[in-house]
């Protein structure tokens, strides 16, 4: 009988993941001269959990290599064997050939990978090779069979196995279970005579089989009750050995009671059980050197999942449960006939509870799809690992803010830019140990990565303490490709903003990590897409800073609505200080046509929003309408509107899906009167005014 474990697939694929997750950072954070205990038995618990939910779906390829995994790592925690760097380096490339194995798997697609068989060869020879052992303690020598038993290392376990009649339901196949003792030694499996029910009483899903096995082989007691770990809470197993006599390791013949039925288990599916002496490896080297970098982690598809702490699931029940009393309320006041003065004020009180309930309910439900960004963060070990060894750097990676919170969408478009900026930081950024103990810097360089909140935005820092950009350099590769005049002078903040240009590089040498120029314009259009912006502080042989600020969400925002002329805009609630109607001996232009106010002791840039937008609006001057001091990149700055109307929390939505992007504008909304409002992006509109340094027109 088959069971569709189809459904439960999706759910083995993700925690899979998450497994490998573990298993990766726990091998970056091992110290391999002194590994300590409970990493090891971390490890190999998430290996042990794969292997086994493998073997339940039917994943052969994973389970037989995951269990080469499993059989290394437990001789490591036993102490039979010495943690080593190339073990580690093993295990760090298997953590990444299962992440493509399972992406082939959720893609339905045949896995051919020549690293695979690299690597099993590597395991098979590394665990051939025996472990180090304890000295064997003396024994009576008038005991002949504790004799035998130590010189061929081998016990004969009987495994009486009365399978839960619930078994298969659970999608737990017995099948399975005996493949993989199989691959702890020889076995013998037999089915024992049964009490069938009668025919009419037989239920299609349950089981009523038992079985006797036996089983030769070296494993302690502990590995095979790890085999049937899965399901020991629902069936009977009993266990009992003797030893090995003489050397004989074949399964002696089952009891006269029993029937025997040979249970035939594909030999492809038995795993590696032999090393032939002539088998000659490649040494891993050979296969880092073709993976030197590490494989992307596996996605799941589009319909994926998001995992959600069950307090965050209890305050919506409790919201709704809210939300249901207020229905009530309200729906006995609509089956009145008519509405008096207390009935009219018990429906404002309804309303009033309902618009409360309605919001809270909606921020809950986007956070929801918050995620601490240290999702993100916690790829860039591994990376910043391989990739500082291939480059023959040192490296120390530093993350701060890692429980800061990100919408998920959001979280998965910001990690390729952030993989790539990381990337350039230890390929041009960070110099080689010989160039900073020059320069009297420590030869480790230090890259961080740093996450915080600010007002409604997300602030994402890379930081590095390496060699800078070199202004001249950059502004003479400028001029020799003709993106600047020769007799052109520009500041520096603009000389830095040049490595944007699409195609732009100084590299003379392209390496395989970076240095072909299609990178840097490319991380600032992606930004741009998730209305984000990205800047750049460096200072030659002192480091690079770049900051990356982004929305907390793409979905709903608290706006001011505001109208320009017969045009009704919305302006993210966060970025707003402060509205005021400003005198006019407060009011300065400066010889570029820009406009100054005077507020308190600050001068602030004015930007004209029916100007920008190609517009008319009833207030032309600053004089004749009201300023919106707002934030811009920590800077404050005007913008001039006609009238402020409510305050309102708006669904994004999209432009881009049937127009161009707009500069200045993020998306829009549809107001409750059906009216299409533009929301605006307020970094954008300063950039669109030409507005680069506010401090400068401000001075």
């Not at 391989?386 to 429980?403: A, M, P, R, S």
């Not at 533009?678 to 401090?695: P, W, Y």
């Amino acid at each position: 009988m088959e069971i569709d474990l189809s459904q439960f697939s999706q759910v083995f694929f993700e925690e899979s993941l998450e497994g490998l997750d573990v298993m990766e950072s726990e091998l970056l954070n091992l110290d391999v001269n002194n590994p300590d205990e409970e990493t090891i038995n971390t490890i190999f618990r998430a290996a042990h959990s794969i292997k086994g939910g493998s073997a339940t779906f039917g994943f052969s390829q994973v389970a037989n290599y995951t269990h080469l995994l499993e059989t290394l790592l437990d001789e490591i925690r036993d102490g039979r064997r010495q943690m080593t760097n190339e073990h580690q380096d093993m295990l760090l490339l298997s953590v990444d050939l299962l992440r493509n194995m399972f992406d082939a798997l959720m893609r339905k697609i045949d896995f051919d990978d020549p690293l695979l068989a690299q690597l099993e060869k590597q395991f098979t020879i590394e665990i051939a090779k025996g472990t180090k052992g304890a000295a064997p303690e003396e024994s009576d020598s008038s005991n002949d069979t504790l004799v035998e038993q130590e010189a061929t290392g081998l016990l004969r376990w009987a495994i009486d196995f009365q399978a839960g009649i619930d078994i298969l339901r659970c999608g737990n196949d017995p099948y399975l279970m005996f493949n993989e003792l199989r691959q702890l030694g020889e076995l013998s499996v037999n089915l024992a005579k049964h009490l069938s029910p009668e025919f009419n009483d037989i239920d299609p899903e349950a089981c009523y089989l038992n079985w006797q096995l036996e089983l030769v082989t070296d494993q302690p007691l502990e590995r095979l009750k790890e085999v049937f770990e899965w399901v020991e809470d629902e069936c009977i197993i009993n266990y009992s050995s003797s030893p090995v006599m003489n050397g004989n390791a074949n399964p002696d013949s089952g009891p006269s009671n029993i029937e025997s039925t040979e249970v035939a288990i594909p030999q492809e599916q038995q795993g590696s059980e032999t090393v032939q002496n002539d088998v000659e490896g490649k040494r891993l080297d050979e296969a880092k050197t073709s993976n030197q970098e590490p494989k992307p982690k596996a996605k799941l598809p589009e319909t994926g999942s998001i995992r959600v702490s069950i307090d965050k699931i209890d305050l919506l029940i409790n919201m709704v449960g809210e939300l249901v009393i207020t229905q009530a309320m309200l729906s006995q006041i609509g089956q009145q006939d008519e509405i008096n003065e207390e009935s009219f004020e018990s429906l404002k009180q309804g309303l009033e509870q309902l618009a409360t309930h309605t919001r809270d309910l909606q921020e809950s439900v986007m956070q929801i799809r918050m995620l601490p960004i240290s999702f993100a963060f916690s790829r860039f070990p591994r990376l910043v690992r391989d990739i500082g060894q291939q480059l023959g750097k040192k490296v120390n990676l530093v993350l701060k803010g890692e429980n800061t919170e990100l919408d998920k969408t959001v979280m998965e478009k910001i990690v390729d830019p952030m993989v790539h900026l990381v990337r350039n930081s230890l390929d041009h950024g960070l110099e080689t140990p010989e160039e900073r103990l020059a320069k009297g810097k420590s030869e480790v360089g230090t890259i961080t990565l740093n996450a915080f909140h600010q007002g409604g935005s997300i602030i994402i820092e890379i930081i590095d303490d390496g060699a800078g950009l070199d202004t001249d350099k950059i502004l003479s590769k400028a001029r020799e490709k003709g993106i600047v005049g020769q007799d052109e002078e520009l500041s520096t903040e603009a000389i830095h903003k040049l490595i944007f240009k699409p195609g732009f590089s100084t590299v003379d040498t392209v390496s395989d990590l970076s240095g072909r120029g299609v990178g840097m314009d490319v991380v600032r259009q992606n930004i741009n897409e998730l209305n984000g912006s990205i800047e750049l502080k460096s200072t030659q042989d002192k480091g690079s800073r770049f900051t990356i600020r982004l929305p907390l969400t793409l979905a709903i925002l608290d706006g001011q609505l505001v109208r320009v002329g017969k045009h009704i805009y919305v302006v993210p609630l966060v970025s707003i200080h402060e509205s005021l109607q400003v005198e006019p001996n407060k009011i300065n232009r400066l010889s570029d046509g820009h406009e100054l106010i005077q507020l308190r002791n600050e001068y602030l840039p004015v930007i004209k929003v029916y100007q920008e937008f190609c517009h008319t609006a009833d207030a032309k001057e600053i004089k004749d309408g009201l300023v919106m001091v707002v934030d811009s990149n920590n800077e404050k700055i005007g913008l001039l509107v006609d009238e402020l109307l409510s305050q309102q929390q708006v669904v994004i939505k999209s432009l881009e899906d049937n127009y161009n992007r707009v500069p200045g504008v993020s998306g829009a909304t549809i107001l409750g009167d059906g009216t299409v409002a533009l929301i605006i992006d307020v970094t954008g509109l300063v950039s669109l005014a030409g507005i680069t340094n506010m401090k400068e027109h401000a001075a």
